[in-house]
């Protein structure tokens, strides 16, 4: 077994060791025309490859602002629950809620969530974001500015590796919508399987994943024989592709399978930024290579791949 690796199911008692094998790239450089940035994207392309993830630093989104975010969000989950169902998101575009999933007999997956429906920018319904602390609703605007921003640099450098058109990951999703999704998993002494995240694929484009003070992400490439823990790298984002860039690449880059990590002493909070192609737009590969089939059978709308993934859940 690998160095930082451990065979154990996530929930169990034994603790994960910290893994190096899932890349750290630093951006730094990536916009410049001359051959430093082939030497950056060169990285990014073969981790996409190898394990759908890697944690980006250097990446241009402001460090201060990304500690508001948590910082906020920590001030704002310790709020009472009077105060936080002022936005619940029943009957809105987001808001607070309480989320879990049932898996058998046991419930999991157990967290507080806010969710905000950030872009396209008619899609925000501002009564539903939370205007306490104070200053947290302009800090998410930027937030979600920035991050949009990023991740269609990312889905540049995928789809140059393709040898296609910058933008042509980014049109293949016509209107990308963005959600932000705030996860808090408070302390469950005595009930810590509550706090177990679900394994999963992301299923939209690009998901970006931001950590708080504890690792809260597992991945693994064994089919959940043999899981790693993404290490807190400061002032990092993760970085994990999901099924619709799969399916876009035709398999060339990994959807990430993951899952999150559980630890009944401490609370958990990590925010995560995800992209999705408009509901209309058409899934299917956008180059396939000599030699390869196409992963999938004909063009689908992505409303159409979304109601086959609720179906199975």
Known sequence: ????????????????????????????????????????????????????????????????????????ARHFFALTTEEKLRFDMSGGKGGFGVSSHLQGEAMKDWREI????????????????????????????????????????????????????????????????????????????????????????????????LQDQASCLQATRGNGKTWVTVPIVPGALVINLGDIGHYLSNGRFMTSDHQAVVDSNSSRLFINTFLFPAPHATVYPLKVRDGEKEIVEEPISFEEITMRKLKDL
């Open 1 to 72: 077994m690998a160095p930082g690796t451990s065979s154990e199911m996530a929930g169990e008692s034994k603790l994960y060791e910290f893994s190096d094998e899932i890349p750290v790239i630093s951006l730094s450089g990536i916009d410049d025309v001359n051959g430093k940035k082939k030497e950056i994207c060169r990285p990014i392309v073969e981790a996409f490859e190898k394990w759908g993830m890697f944690q980006a630093v250097d990446h241009g989104v402001d460090t201060n602002l990304m500690a508001d975010m948590t910082r906020l």
């Open 114 to 209: 806010v969710l905000y429906s950030t872009y396209p920018v008619s899609d925000r319904d501002y009564s539903r974001w939370p205007d306490k602390p104070e200053g947290w609703l302009k800090v998410t605007e930027v937030y979600s500015e920035k991050l949009m921003g990023f991740a269609y640099k990312v889905l540049e450098v995928l789809t140059e590796a393709m040898g296609l058109e910058k933008n042509a990951l980014k049109n293949a999703c016509v209107d990308m919508e963005q959600k932000i999704v705030v996860n808090y998993f408070p302390k469950r002494h005595n009930k810590p399987d509550l706090a177990l995240g679900m394994r999963h694929t992301d299923h939209g484009t690009i998901t970006l994943q």
